[in-house]
């Protein structure tokens, strides 16, 4: 039977998750570390667990990416932000799950990287949490400035 291409392109949040949390390329560290944060994230709330972290995904996923440039005039260095669209969701979604561990791995307020993980995960479903904030100004940010946009190709 032949594999169609969308069955190949599936969206599968188990291994997505996975990449990103492993630890210098374990996949066993990873699924080990999402084992403790389900059941965790499970016991702190009633909803489900895929849901939850689905509600996260959505309310954390950012529609802009600030791309930096180091532009070089004489001996100074300045750096110049373009702001651009991010086509793809399965871009989205891995600057987003990529996103959200950066902010609990920069948080220091639990001992446990799974717990940590659970919570912004669960603020996040609430539309609570570091980088939900972070998403929000950063758009308000893009959208002032709308002269990028211009040459931005539609």
Do not use: C
């Not at 999402?34 to 939850?52: I, M, T």
């Not at 930096?68 to 600057?95: H, Y």
């Not at 920069?106 to 996040?124: D, G, M, P, V, W």
């Amino acid at each position: 039977m032949i594999k169609s291409l969308k069955n190949v392109k599936a969206f599968n949040l188990k291994t997505k998750i996975i990449n990103i949390i492993m630890i210098s390329g374990k996949k066993n560290t990873g699924e080990k570390i999402l084992l403790k944060f389900a059941k965790r994230l499970q016991k702190s709330n009633n909803k489900h667990f895929k849901k939850l972290v689905q509600v996260a995904i959505i309310n954390s996923t950012p529609t802009f990416k600030l791309n930096e440039q180091v532009v070089k005039k004489g001996k100074r260095k300045a750096i110049r932000s373009n702001p651009s669209f991010i086509m793809t969701d399965s871009l989205r979604i891995m600057t987003s799950l990529k996103s959200i561990k950066r902010s609990v791995v920069k948080s220091k307020n639990s001992n446990q990287f799974y717990e940590a993980l659970a919570n912004e995960i669960s603020l996040a479903s609430n539309l609570k949490g570091q980088f939900v904030d972070k998403k929000i100004e950063l758009q308000k940010q893009i959208l002032t400035n709308k002269r990028y946009l211009s040459k931005f190709r539609w």
